[in-house]
């Protein structure tokens, strides 16, 4: 199994600009999770799909956040305006909740707002 | 409310030393499931083990043990013999069965394993 697949590794952008992050979860898994990773706040949960329906969004800290999980195999976390404190490593994990309680993770994008 | 802490923000230790890395929550639930993963330098998260609240045998994988106890609601993880490979973060987490199924980690041990 390949595993989750996060796309891309890093993101450099500028404020103000769309910045749009990929997740590929594992075949098979019918939850995922989007986290993001700061010095300051450690591992935060933005979001969390069961069957590609958002069940829990109130880790998402503003407006400018939204994800979408159009199928079982694929989800967006889009930010927009992006801005400086938007900068960190974001996490996508997976895990078939029927069977295992455990999430898998995607290596991350580290995404830089300048 | 679930809640995880790890009081060691970091741990210094000599190769070859064992080190004990501590965990302890907060639930509401009287099923629930607890969980080490590790973050190396690279960044990466990797799942280490999964305890259920109903089974609270040790666990033994090579270097690493786990040690879960309900009255005191710590899962605590020792890692036997380290080495500088095992340097990184280490995470507690918690999910309830009943109440969402989220995750709650814990503010991570970075340990340091030294030559």
């Known amino acids: 199994d390949a595993g989750v697949i996060q796309s891309p590794r890093h993101e450099v952008t500028e404020m103000g600009q769309e910045v749009t992050l990929r997740c590929k979860p594992i075949?098979?898994?019918?939850?995922l999770f989007w986290y993001r990773q700061t010095m300051m706040r450690g591992l935060e949960l933005l979001i969390y799909?069961?069957?590609?329906?958002?069940?829990?969004d109130s880790g998402m800290p503003e407006d400018r956040f939204s994800a979408k999980m159009p199928n079982a195999s694929f989800s967006t976390l889009k930010i927009q305006p992006s801005e400086p404190r938007d900068s960190a490593v974001y996490f996508c994990?997976?895990?078939?909740?029927?069977?295992?309680?455990?999430?898998?993770f995607g290596p991350g994008t580290r995404l830089t707002v300048t | 409310a679930q809640k995880v802490t790890q009081a060691q923000t970091e741990i210094s230790v000599v190769e070859k030393e064992d080190v004990t890395l501590d965990c302890v929550y907060e639930?509401?639930?009287?099923?629930?499931?607890l969980f080490w993963y590790k973050q190396p330098p690279s960044g990466e998260l990797v799942f280490l083990i999964r305890?259920?609240?109903?089974?609270?045998q040790n666990e033994i994988s090579g270097r690493y043990s786990w040690n879960f106890q309900k009255s005191t609601s710590s899962f605590n993880f020792t890692i036997t013999a380290s080495q500088v490979v095992d340097s990184a973060v280490y995470f507690c987490?918690?999910?309830?069965?009943?109440?969402?199924?989220?995750?709650?980690f814990g503010p991570g041990t970075r340990l340091s394993v030294l030559p």
């Open positions: 994990a997976s895990r078939n909740r029927d069977r295992d309680y455990e999430q898998y």
């Open positions: 075949s098979g898994h019918n939850s």
């Open positions: 799909f069961n069957n590609n329906v958002p069940i829990d």
């Open positions: 639930t509401r639930d009287t099923t629930y499931y």
């Open positions: 305890r259920n609240s109903f089974d609270e």
């Open positions: 987490a918690l999910s309830e069965a009943n109440y969402g199924q989220n995750f709650v």
